[in-house]
Structures are given as C-alpha cells and as structure tokens.
Nanobody, 115 residues
Framework: QVQLVESGGGLVQAGGSLRLSCAAS????????MGWFRQAPGKERSLVAA???????NYADSVKGRFTISRDNAKNTVYLQMNSLKPEDTAVYYCAADVSPRYYWGQGTQVTVSS
C-alpha cells in the first residue's frame, strides 16, 4: 500500500510559478516511477511529467521548458516546479506512483492560473 499526499497548489497570475510536492509512504519509494497528471474540467486526465527510479524524465509537449519534475528519495518526495504558468495550465494536479502492477494516486491539488 502506497499513500500519496500532494501540496503546493493555489492561485497564481499568468507568468508566475508554483512548486507542487508529493510525499509518499513506502519503504521502497526510490524504486517507484513517479508522475504528475492533471485534469481540467471537462477533459481527461493526462500525463504532465514523469521520472523514473534512475532519474530519467519525460514531459508533455505543452509543458516542456516550463515545468521540471524532480525527486528526493531521502524524503520520499517528488516535486513539480512550474514556471511561466499559463491560464491553460489550470487543472487539478495529481501525483501518481507506478508500483507495478498498479498505480497509486494522491487526492489532487488545485492549480488556478489567472490571466
């Protein structure tokens, strides 16, 4: 069983920055592939960024160059640094842990970007 708790969401003006954090339980966090997803009203949940246990990362095209995913295995935490935020980044952001054969999800944190 893995529990994930997100924090760091909020309201920010366009062009601003936020950093999301996701604290995970589990003694083998360092072996998990971790990801951030987002879901805007009326849209499907989609991958924003992911990081492997080895530190390799991948990003959705819409956030490349603006968002950075990182992890601190000593703190069992994954981060999403979001810069140059746009109104279209407004969504609920979810942390996910890929612990095969299943995914675990956090409760989500709201990010709202005003124009």
């Amino acid at each position: 069983q893995v529990q994930l708790v997100e924090s760091g969401g909020g309201l920010v003006q366009a062009g601003g920055s936020l950093r999301l954090s996701c604290a995970a339980s589990g003694r083998t966090f360092s072996s998990y592939r971790m990801g951030w997803f987002r879901q805007a009203p009326g849209k499907e949940r989609s991958l924003v960024a992911a990081i492997t246990s080895g530190g390799s990362t991948n990003y959705a095209d819409s956030v490349k160059g603006r968002f950075t995913i990182s992890r601190d295995n000593a703190k069992n935490t994954v981060y999403l640094q979001m810069n140059s935020l746009k109104p279209e980044d407004t969504a609920v952001y979810y942390c996910a842990a890929d612990v095969s054969p299943r995914y675990y999800w956090g409760q989500g944190t709201q990010v709202t970007v005003s124009s």
